[in-house]
């Protein structure tokens, strides 16, 4: 159910064709676990905030640097030297009080990837994990996490210019994880 303030809040994009109260609530409802505050993570994470999604996990276990602030839009000079996770979930709850946010500043493992998903799966109907990293061996890991925990997985990249998203739906009863090798 939506308060009066939220009703508020979300008054225009609830007006949208397409959307309604009902899609608003499940927003609410929603946990996305974002792996990376980068130049991808950090307007990635701005646009479910100020979309109305109801908890986001943010996992970064790096600090910020002056080369980051020309793409990495949560971040200013005085930020410089902070943990990335602990400043993006202050900026991200000035942006908007009512999205729960949990910084991890950590790199995920395999070793440390169930308890971060449990915290997702606590009152969340929805869960998704997005991965906004630039390796490959986290993205490989990211993936097969996605499998084993039954998340939906987004993979934001870039390549230039352009940015790149997709969105996979998996059927778990057939999934695997996808390597170069396969």
């Known amino acids: 159910q939506l308060t009066d303030a939220e009703m508020l809040r979300y008054a225009r994009q609830i007006l949208l064709e397409g959307w309604d109260i009902e899609a608003q609530t499940r927003l609410k409802n929603s946990c996305a676990i974002i792996i990376g505050m980068g130049g991808l993570g950090c307007p990635f994470a701005e646009t479910l905030c100020r979309a109305g999604i109801g908890k986001m996990l943010i996992i970064d276990d790096d600090t910020i640097d002056e080369s980051n602030l020309q793409r990495q839009s949560l971040f200013t000079p005085n930020d410089i030297g902070q943990s990335k996770a602990l400043v993006a979930k202050a900026k991200l709850h000035e942006i908007n009080a009512f999205c729960e946010v949990i910084a991890i500043q950590t790199r995920l493992t395999a070793d440390n990837y169930q308890q971060i998903v449990e915290q997702a ?30 998340l939906s997985l987004l993979i934001k990249s870039t390549y230039s210019s352009i940015c790149l998203l997709f969105i ?12 170069p090798e396969s």
């Not at 996979?168 to 390597?179: G, H, W």
């Open 121 to 150: 799966k606590t009152n969340s109907l929805s869960k998704i994990i997005c991965d906004c990293t630039d390796n490959f061996k986290t993205r490989d890991l990211i993936n097969t996490i996605a499998v084993k925990s039954n």
């Open 168 to 179: 996979y739906f998996l059927n778990f009863s057939t999934a695997s994880t996808i390597s």
